[in-house]
């Protein structure tokens, strides 16, 4: 009679747990640090009023959610030297969005941090293209980052204050 007790409870609580999703950790845990240090940008496409555009630089993000790009684009065979203060955000799925002065953008990134692919989010305008690190993370550290040990880069790492108790 006991072991028959105890196979229902078993049962029961298997039938309670089961149906619930298991969690996975997610993609990007580290958001905005994901994007981190100098990328080579370029795309092409489109713009309203302006014609064919294309366009090659660099994007350095801080890791915080701030970025500046800098870059020489062709609007209609009209080149154009610019550099832009933008914000970023990225989400625990590596999607995310970068806003560049009026320009929106919707970004996808590698859980890495190496490499996105991006689309101007404006009305009428067609832009999109791809940011890749100027340099890559190291194997070991991206093999890390795919697996439940993520590694904070050492530029983003919160430093602990001593506390008064190990002051002499």
């Given amino acids: 009679m006991k072991n028959l007790f105890t196979f229902c409870v078993l049962a029961v609580l298997s039938l309670a ?19 981190h240090g100098t990328y080579v940008v370029s795309g092409s496409g489109s713009i309203p009023g302006l014609g064919p555009a294309a366009a090659l630089g660099e994007v350095t993000f801080d890791g915080h959610g701030n970025s500046t790009a800098t870059f020489t684009a062709s609007f209609n065979g009209t080149i154009k030297t610019i550099t832009v203060p933008g914000t970023y955000t990225v989400n625990p799925d590596c999607t995310g969005t970068h806003v560049e002065v009026t320009s929106h953008y919707f970004f996808v990134a590698t859980p890495d941090g190496n490499k996105t692919s991006w689309v101007e989010t404006d009305p009428g305008t067609v832009l999109s293209g791809t940011i890749v690190r100027l340099h890559p993370l190291d194997d070991e550290t991206a093999q890390s980052r795919s697996g439940q040990n993520h590694l904070v880069p050492a530029s983003l790492r919160r430093t602990s204050r001593p506390s008064a108790t190990a002051r002499r």
């Avoid at 619930?20 to 845990?29: E, G, N, R």
């Fill in 17 to 35: 747990v089961a149906p619930q999703a298991v969690k996975s950790a997610p993609l990007c845990p580290f958001g905005n640090a994901t994007l």
